[in-house]
């Protein structure tokens, strides 16, 4: 009984929150994607889901007029991060190099950023929410890194200065 009571105790008191699991009945119509073409570029990305029920970002990114980024992001309501330390992503990438972005509230002009390199197989990537900085338009902010309560926003973008294709999918995002 009490190896029940204490099992019941570390579920209970577990800081995991799914931020978005992908299904093939997941509604993705609230993940939106962001192009260098607000700024005159000519990258284009897309985002749908695979008949296996993985979110699936893909698409070019060109240097044309200054431009280089794609991404996709997603707004909900707003998210305790509580105890949580880490963001989990199980993933399969192309072995590009991407960014993971936080915004604590959505009216916020700078995202929280990290980076990440994927492998070309499924993996589950773990980011550190401490080790995230505040960051607009490619430039560092001179604020603290993230300690905020909450989280409205998610968002994954490619920019490696590069004309490249890329494709990722995933499959779930967790606040750990």
């Known amino acids: 009984m009490k190896y029940f009571i204490l099992l019941s105790i570390m579920i209970g008191s577990s800081s995991q929150h799914i931020i978005f699991d992908f299904s093939k009945n997941a509604n993705i119509n609230k ?4 192009d260098d073409v607000v700024m005159g570029g000519k990258s284009s990305g897309t985002f749908k889901l695979s008949d296996e029920g993985h979110g699936v970002f893909q698409g070019d990114v060109s240097l044309a007029n200054n431009g280089g980024f794609s991404s996709v992001r997603h707004r909900f309501d707003k998210l305790q991060v509580n105890n949580a330390t880490k963001v989990y992503i ?17 009216g916020d002009y700078y995202s929280y950023i990290t980076s990440f390199v994927t492998n070309g197989s499924w993996q589950e990537v773990e980011l550190e ?8 338009r490619g430039r ?37």
């Open 31 to 34: 993940w939106i994607i962001v």
């Open 90 to 106: 199980r993933l399969k990438g192309d072995g590009k190099k991407y960014q993971f972005r936080v915004k604590s509230n959505v």
């Open 129 to 136: 929410l401490k080790d995230m900085y505040p960051s607009f």
């Open 140 to 176: 560092k902010l001179n604020l603290p890194n993230f300690s905020e309560d909450y989280i409205e926003e998610v968002a994954l973008l490619i920019g490696n200065k590069k004309k490249e294709s890329f494709k990722v999918e995933i499959d779930k995002i967790e606040l750990h």
